[in-house]
């Protein structure tokens, strides 16, 4: 649809900054039924360039409700009977409304979040690539979600977060500027440039360190704790807030005929998929989350990924799903 009113001559509108030939040309505009539409969205671009949500919500209101108090009214003594139901006496409480909302209200919505955050989701099948704009490479693995500030990151710190699990790769930043990955309030990892695995699900959260240095930040009960990884350690939060720290299950390799011997401790089948993806190059990924977290030892010796792969199924009962580029282990 064609509009006869810019963008910007509703912004000087709102702002106060209209002259009486634009003010007239807006409120016809705004008469329409067919524009409702768009000037919410204009309305919300606007408020989110003035920012008058932030830091000052109620000064901001009181300006607001000032100028539109000032406002000039439109002349509708000599109009007929017949005028649409939309004219501008009966539109503008809506126009406060709306704007009030918006001002008072947004800092503590939903809206927020999708303003000021890009979110990254993958389904139970995907996985997606994502470069951020520091250079941190991000692996999200299926089922997982990813919110990244949108217009950027702040100057002292490089904060994600993340729901389910994703491979990092971040960029070391001259200033040594923080790069924080939070999954809940009670856990968050930061790095400095360094490459790690976070698993964050409902059954729990695992840490898994390839390089470099990371600190975990995590609180039980009222107590802030903090533990430091070194590469090849694996840390793993419980649902009851304890956090365990312990070594990938040792890999050995013994000859070509047998290849690798797989010691397996009570080592989750999450942590099983993720050393058969460090020492075969396949990616592995667990359909369930509470799958995940089952558990497995012995010894098994293996020369290629389906071997291993093989053992699992067998062990735990499972089929693989190899209709997308990752296979997926699932119930079966």
């Known amino acids: 649809m064609t509009h006869s009113l810019s963008k910007q001559n509703l912004f000087a ?8 030939l634009e003010r007239q040309i ?6 329409n039924p067919a524009n409702t539409e768009t000037f919410h969205a204009w309305l919300l671009e606007w408020e989110m360039s003035a920012l008058q949500f932030q830091p000052d919500q109620e000064t901001a209101f009181d300006k607001l409700a000032q100028r539109l108090d000032q406002t000039e009214t439109p002349d509708i003594v000599n109009e007929p009977a017949t005028t649409s139901p939309f004219r501008l006496w009966n539109w503008r ?40 704009e520091d250079g941190t490479g991000v692996t999200l693995k299926p089922n997982s979600s990813l ?14 977060s993340l729901t389910g699990e994703a491979r990092f790769s971040v960029t070391h930043k001259l ?13 968050q990892v930061e790095v400095l440039g360094t490459e790690f695995t976070v698993y964050a699900r409902k059954q729990g959260t695992n840490v898994v ?5 990371i600190r975990i930040d995590y609180k ?11 590469p090849g350690e694996m840390a793993m939060l419980t649902q009851q807030g304890n956090i365990h720290l312990r070594p990938l299950a040792p890999v050995k390799a013994i000859d070509a005929q047998k290849g690798h011997l797989f010691q397996f401790r009570d080592t989750s089948l999450w942590e099983a998929c993720y050393l058969i993806g460090e020492y075969f ?10 799958l995940a977290q089952r558990t497995i030892s012995g010894n098994f010796h293996a020369r290629t990924a389906n071997e291993l792969l093989d053992l699992l199924t067998a062990t735990f009962t499972l089929r693989v799903d190899s209709t997308g580029a990752t296979p997926i282990l699932k119930d079966n």
């Open 13 to 20: 509108y709102l702002a106060g900054q209209a002259n009486p």
């Open 26 to 31: 807006v409120e016809e505009w705004l008469k």
């Open 93 to 132: 409480p809506y126009l406060v409304a709306a704007v009030a909302l918006l001002v008072l209200g947004i800092a503590l919505s939903p809206v927020r979040t999708t303003l000021l955050y890009q979110t990254y989701q993958t389904a139970v099948d995907q996985t997606q690539r994502i470069q951020l």
């Open 147 to 160: 919110q990244v500030p949108r217009f950027g990151f702040r100057q002292d710190i490089r904060q994600v």
């Open 175 to 187: 200033d040594n500027q923080r790069f924080v990955v939070k999954t809940s309030d009670q856990f």
């Open 209 to 213: 360190l390839d390089r470099g240095k």
């Open 220 to 230: 039980t009960d009222t107590k802030k704790q903090q533990l430091v990884m070194k």
């Open 281 to 290: 190059g396949q990616k592995v990924e667990v359909a369930d989350d509470s």
